[in-house]
């Protein structure tokens, strides 16, 4: 379970509000990744990365930013952009794409 | 692009029983498979994977299997046990990219 973070644990936020969610990981994994929880839906792709500089498109990023300036960090924009933004967002990170994804405790937004 | 269809969405087996969750995936060239459980309130965390040139992958009680020709793979529990009670969540992973199911609800019942 250690070695990688995300903070807050709960947001609230007002509708047309951008913010932010921190991942920091000291696992000195290349790959990060994002996901969306909702009840039902499983774990969604919002974004990743393998390497710093670089990131992809998952299958639900609109509405979504990411930068990857730093190996150990991978933060995600929530922008105003996004219709329905409130949900339990999940970080990961592994070795490789072929490796065990480690996860974050997750931060629960909730946009009023 | 890939699509991975899991199911059942819940299951309910009696302590001691076994349970079965199947996975389909739509891409053939996926070629890494992991399972993962979520216990309630609690992160997702690898319970057992397996790749594309295995067949079958056991790990105490619990097994999965692969076909690759069907494209499909199956978790397996044997002797299920109350901590068993879980959301699990299959995958299918390809280059950089994974897709993950939708997640089965599993209740061990006394």
């Known amino acids: 379970d250690g070695g990688i973070t995300q903070s807050p644990k709960y947001l609230f936020r007002k509708e047309g509000q951008n913010v932010t969610l921190s991942c920091e990981q000291n696992?000195?994994?290349?790959?990060m990744y994002w996901y969306r929880q909702d009840p039902g839906q499983g774990l969604r792709l919002i974004y990743y990365?393998?390497?710093?500089?670089?990131?992809q498109k998952g299958d639900i990023a609109e509405g979504y930013s990411v930068s990857r300036e730093k190996k150990e960090s991978f933060p995600l924009t929530v922008t105003s952009a996004q219709k329905n933004p409130t949900a339990f967002y999940l970080c990961?990170?592994?070795?490789?794409?072929?490796?065990?994804?480690?996860f974050g405790p997750g931060t629960r937004l909730t946009v009023l | 692009g890939e699509n991975v269809e899991q199911h059942p969405s819940t299951l309910s087996v009696q302590e001691g029983d076994s349970a079965v969750i199947k996975c389909t995936y739509s891409?053939?060239?996926?070629?890494?498979f992991p399972w993962y459980k979520q216990e309630l309130g609690k992160r997702p965390q690898l319970i057992i994977d397996i790749r594309s040139n295995v067949g079958e992958k056991k790990d105490q009680r619990i097994a999965v299997t692969l076909n690759k020709t069907a494209k499909h793979f199956s978790l397996h529990i044997t002797e299920t046990q109350p901590e068993d009670s879980a959301v699990y969540f299959c995958a299918a992973s390809r280059d950089d990219k994974i897709i993950f199911g939708k997640g089965t609800r599993l209740h061990i019942l006394p």
């Open positions: 696992l000195n994994h290349d790959a």
């Open positions: 990961a990170s592994a070795s490789s794409p072929y490796n065990e994804q480690f």
């Open positions: 891409d053939s060239a996926s070629n890494y």
């Open positions: 990365s393998q390497i710093v500089n670089d990131f």
